[in-house]
């Protein structure tokens, strides 16, 4: 592969939560009907230009996990259910995430389409970690980074999140924001 191909194109939707560290997307190869196996594999290849470590699936399905593994890249599966109590699910995540970061990975976490049940996934993992004191907070954080206001079924994942017993580490100042602005919404 060669020229501008050989550096892949960026997953839609990708927003950095944590600078450098922890980003979200939509599925690689876009979602469902819109999906293609070879913008699939520019955005893997952008994700290992990238220097990603681990991609963190949130599908319901395997979808795209052989593809990871054709291409090397370390992938994990939690499929997250549209409704029910995830809290099993959701402190899985939170800890491998957790896991991932501590050790100087590069994580992505996506779901079919950046919606409520990833940016939902994400804030309640800022909350459990302790990189963000409350869940208004966390919510409001998220939204401003992904530019995707938070449903019910997102805002039930951060109540779920407080309700987990905490890792009892983080600091705010590891959160940043990619909004308009730059910075974190005022507290």
């Known amino acids: 592969m060669k020229g501008k191909w050989a550096t892949g194109i960026p997953p839609r939707n990708f927003t950095w939560v944590i600078k450098d560290r922890l980003a979200v997307s939509e599925r690689p ?31 319901p399905s395997s979808h795209n ?3 990871y593994e054709e291409r090397e890249l370390p992938s994990v599966h939690f499929p997250l259910a549209a409704s029910g109590d995830t809290r099993a699910v959701l402190l899985e ?4 995430i957790h896991t991932r970061l501590h050790h100087g990975e590069r994580v992505l976490v996506h779901q079919e ?11 309640g993992f800022l909350l459990w970690s302790g990189r963000l ?23 039930e994942l ?3 999140a407080a309700q987990l017993p905490p890792v009892g580490t983080g600091r705010a100042a590891d959160v940043q ?5 730059g910075r974190l919404p005022s507290e």
Not at 31 to 46: G, L, S
Not at 93 to 96: E, G, S
Not at 114 to 123: E, K, P, S
Request: proline share 6%.
């Open 29 to 59: 190869g876009g979602f469902a009907p819109n999906h293609r196996k070879v913008r699939r594999q520019e955005e893997i290849i952008w994700l290992q230009v990238q220097g990603f470590t681990r991609v963190v699936s949130l599908l």
């Open 65 to 67: 996990l052989r593809a």
């Open 93 to 96: 995540v939170f800890r491998d």
């Open 113 to 123: 389409e950046l919606g409520d049940r990833t940016v939902g996934v994400v804030a």
């Open 133 to 155: 004191p409350s869940g208004p907070q966390a919510t409001t954080a998220l939204e401003h980074m992904t530019g995707h206001a938070l449903g019910p079924a997102g805002r």
């Open 158 to 160: 951060v109540a779920y």
């Open 177 to 181: 924001a990619t909004g308009p602005s």
